[in-house]
Each structure stands twice: as structure tokens, then as C-alpha cells.
């Protein structure tokens, strides 16, 4: 209760903090205004909750989901797809484009299926604007009542927030960012009709409200938010099946797919995430299972290698990634599984020669280009290194730990203008913008710093005045 209560504090500190510079209140919200608070909430995000963002990670999760934007359409965001470290049982839709999984979430699924058809539902509500219709439709509403709601979507519920959320609410303003049961269908129809178009079988969204509604029986007593904010998946589950038996002909051509890269992404979050002992527990469940395929048999190695690197146990973790590599040698990623292991267990020549045959094989393999990157700084190969971190953030635009190892990469050449750029970016897309602005300031002032560092850095300087409302 009390993390529960603190890290509820944090987000609304941080959201209020960067929303003061928002119209006092919030009436007829338009696309510009969700932009802006998109933005802001962004800022809110990277400040309070713990994010996956290793590009692995990344390049998975927003690779799904721009598939599903490929049949959405033109769409007037810019779209993020985030995986917050958290066991809550929670996905959120927030402003403009921003899609946050929790991986209580993920674990609760079994399929890439299920993961799209949950994607595709919360890219559904944002296409149909339906937090920003809410807003719309009732009275003005407070931007600190704004912030508080969201607050209450994406932190789970419990008497803290709701309590903070009641007493926001005096003097007849009123919001509630729940999902009606005419949104529900709406944000339904569209997933299943993407997923057909995708060539995926929507009978995934059959088996996701399944389990949303085992849960709700069996948790009713604390409902998890998502089943909260996405309420009454029984009526859900019929309004689907009955679109499942009117396609019943057309879906039976269709075929699930292979599940490989959802069970490495799924047990890739699990071994960081999860408690190591229920994990192994999990796993091993899994191995024993006598109706178990064989992708589910060699995953669960995949995920007991994972584990056994967290707990350095690097001997057993190598075995178990070259018995799955030996059933899946087509499968170039697992090659930046085993590279990992051997750099963490200090076999740092043969870390160089598999991520690197790695990258080679996949050039657009960006955990292959950091990891890569992270062993040519520890040969002190600096311009080796830059050249990878560079080609990563100009995939990765927002990832903080690649601006780190850059900003170490420059303290080594001795250029101390560019390390502090680089610095105050690390602290930027880390939600430390007091810092981030310490940092571009006292870069901006270095004589011997990159023009094109010192202008961006002034730049940012404005964003982040922008955002907490001080011009």
C-alpha cells in the first residue's frame, strides 16, 4: 500500500509539474491540445515508472504495433508503444498515441495473437478519441482533475487514488476516463476487423476476454485497473463471438502463427521482472507439461537461460541458449542472447565474434548493435562504438542508456562539450530534466562542444521549459 501510495504521488507530482503551462481548464479538447498533453505526459512517464527499454524489447513491441497501424491508416499521432515494469494487470491508452503494457499484463498472455488483439484494442480507443471525447462531452474539466484521472487509469486503482481522485472532483467538475460499453465495442469492432485484415485470427481477442473474465470472477474483490477501465468482459465476450461465429468460414483459413518472438519477448520481461524463484517454478511447469509443443519446451530453456544469467550462473545459461540455438538456428536473435551471456560472464573475445556475426547477419538488429557496442567500450574501441550508438539512437531517438555510453565515448576522447550534451540527453529521456537542464547549459557554455550539440541543447532547454510551464 504504501509503494502503491508513493509511486501514485510521484506521477501526480510529475504530471501536475509538467502540465502547469496547459489551459486551466479543458473543454472542447482538440487534436493540437492532446498533442501537448501527450507530450507532457510523456515527460510524467519517464519520470515515475520503470520502462523496458532495451531495444530488444523496443523494436518488438513497436513493431507490432506499427503492423496494425499499417491497416489502421493515417493517423493523426505519432504512436509509442512502452512496457512498464510492473506486475499490475494493466494497459493504458493515454494522449496522442501513447500505449503502455504492463507486464502483468503480458504475462497473462499466451500468444503474439493475444498481444496484437490487446494493442490493436488500445489503438482503437485513441483512434476513436474516446478519452479526449469524454472530455468533450461533460463539463470543463480541471487540468488538475486531468491529471488525477490519469493518474487513477494508469497506477491501479486502490483507496489512495480514488481518494485523490473524489477530492478532486468538488465544485461540479466530474471525469471519469473509464471506457463505456459503447466504446468497448467500438475499440472491439475495429481490432477484429485490422486483425482479419492483418491476416491474424481474431479468435485471440476470444481468448484474452477469457481470461479477463476468469479474473474478474476470481479477483472480484480487487479488480486489477484494466478491468476497471475496460469494464464488463462478459458483455465483451459475447458481443465478440458473435462476429467469431458470423466469420466462423473466413477465420478457419486463417492461422495463429508462429509464436517464437512473443514467448522470447514475453520471458525476456519475466526474468527482469519476475520473482526468480516462481519464475523457475513457472518454467519448470512449462518442461514438464506433457501436452506441451516443442517451441513451449525449448522457450521455457530460453527463459531458464535468462534467469541463470540474472543470477550469474553463466555455465548452466550458456548450455541452455545453445540447445535452443541448435533447435533454432534460423532464429539470428538468439545468437544476441548467447553473445550477452558471454560478455556478462566475462568471455569478452567471444562476446566480440557472435555479436558480431550476429550484426552482420541482421543489420537491423539493434540489440545486437548495442551489446556489440557496450563490448567495443570495454575494449576502449571508441569510434567502433560511436559509430553503433549512433546508428541506435537514430533508431531509438529516446533511448537514455545509449546517450550514457556516447557521453563516455566523448569523456575518452577528451571532448568534455560533447560528454556533457550527451549527459544532459541521458537525463532527459530519463525523466530528470532539472538535471537534463543543468547539464545542457553547462554544455552550451563549453568552447569546445559540436555546434550542432550546443544549438539542439538549447533547444532542449525550451522543451523542458515548455513542459513545466515556465514560458
Not at 297 to 319: C, H, I, P, V
Request: glycine share 6%; with cysteine.
Amino acid at each position: 500500500m504504501k509503494n502503491q501510495l508513493k509511486k501514485l504521488c510521484v506521477f501526480v507530482v510529475a504530471c501536475t509539474m509538467v502540465s502547469m503551462n496547459c489551459l486551466t481548464s479543458v473543454y472542447g479538447f482538440s487534436i493540437g491540445e492532446e498533442r501537448e498533453v501527450g507530450e507532457k505526459l510523456q515527460f510524467a512517464v519517464r519520470s515515475t515508472f520503470p520502462l523496458f527499454n532495451d531495444p530488444d524489447i523496443y523494436q518488438y513491441i513497436n513493431s507490432l504495433g506499427q503492423q496494425v497501424l499499417a491497416v489502421a491508416g493515417p493517423q493523426y499521432f505519432e504512436f509509442r508503444f512502452s512496457v512498464i515494469n510492473d506486475k499490475e494487470f494493466n494497459a493504458f491508452s493515454a494522449f496522442s498515441g501513447n500505449i503502455f503494457f504492463y507486464a502483468g499484463l503480458i504475462e497473462a498472455m499466451n500468444s503474439e495473437n493475444e498481444l496484437v488483439a490487446v494493442m490493436a484494442h488500445e489503438i482503437g480507443h485513441t483512434v476513436k478519441r474516446h478519452i479526449a471525447s469524454s472530455i468533450e462531452q461533460g463539463q470543463t474539466v480541471g487540468i488538475g482533475t486531468l491529471v488525477l484521472a490519469l493518474a487513477s487509469m494508469a497506477m491501479g486503482g486502490g483507496v489512495a487514488t480514488q481518494a485523490l481522485l473524489s477530492g478532486s472532483m468538488a465544485a461540479n467538475q466530474s471525469l471519469s476516463l473509464h471506457f463505456s460499453r459503447l466504446n468497448e465495442n467500438e475499440a472491439d469492432l475495429l481490432s477484429y476487423g485490422w486483425m482479419k485484415k492483418m491476416g491474424r485470427n481474431p479468435e485471440a481477442m476470444e481468448k484474452m476476454l477469457q481470461t479477463m473474465r476468469r479474473i474478474t470472477r476470481y479477483r472480484s474483490s480487487k479488480l486489477p485497473q484494466y478491468l476497471l477501465t475496460h469494464p464488463d468482459p462478459e458483455a465483451r465476450l459475447d458481443y465478440v463471438d458473435s462476429l467469431l461465429v458470423k466469420d466462423k468460414d473466413e477465420l478457419s483459413k486463417l492461422k495463429n502463427g508462429d509464436d517464437f518472438a512473443f514467448l522470447r519477448f514475453k520471458y525476456r520481461i519475466m526474468s527482469l521482472a519476475d520473482d526468480a524463484t516462481l519464475f523457475r517454478s513457472f518454467l519448470a511447469d512449462k518442461s514438464a507439461d506433457p501436452h506441451a509443443s516443442q517451441l513451449d519446451t525449448l522457450m521455457a530453456t530460453y527463459g531458464l537461460s535468462q534467469l541463470d544469467r540474472e543470477e550469474n550462473n553463466f555455465d548452466n545459461s550458456l548450455k541452455e541458449i545453445d540447445e535452443v540455438i541448435k533447435a533454432y538456428p534460423d532464429k539470428k536473435i538468439l545468437l544476441d542472447d548467447k553473445g550477452v551471456i558471454e560478455f556478462a560472464a566475462g568471455k569478452t573475445e567471444n562476446a566480440l565474434k557472435t555479436l558480431t556475426r550476429a550484426y552482420r547477419e541482421n543489420p537491423g538488429d539493434l540489440y545486437a548493435a548495442f551489446n556489440l557496442a557496450r563490448v567495443q567500450l570495454n575494449l576502449n574501441n571508441w569510434s567502433e562504438a560511436e559509430k553503433l550508438l549512433k546508428i541506435i539512437i537514430g533508431e531509438m531517438p529516446e533511448y537514455a542508456q545509449a546517450y550514457y555510453d556516447l557521453g563516455n565515448v566523448k569523456a575518452n576522447q577528451k571532448k568534455d562539450g560533447d560528454s556533457t550534451y550527451y549527459l544532459g540527453k541521458y537525463y532527459f529521456y530519463s525523466g530528470k530534466t532539472k538535471l537534463a537542464k543543468q547539464m545542457f547549459k553547462m554544455a552550451a557554455e563549453k568552447k569546445d562542444i559540436n555546434q550542432v550539440f550546443k544549438n539542439d541543447a538549447l533547444e532542449s532547454i525550451k522543451t523542458i521549459e515548455r513542459v513545466e510551464g515556465k514560458n
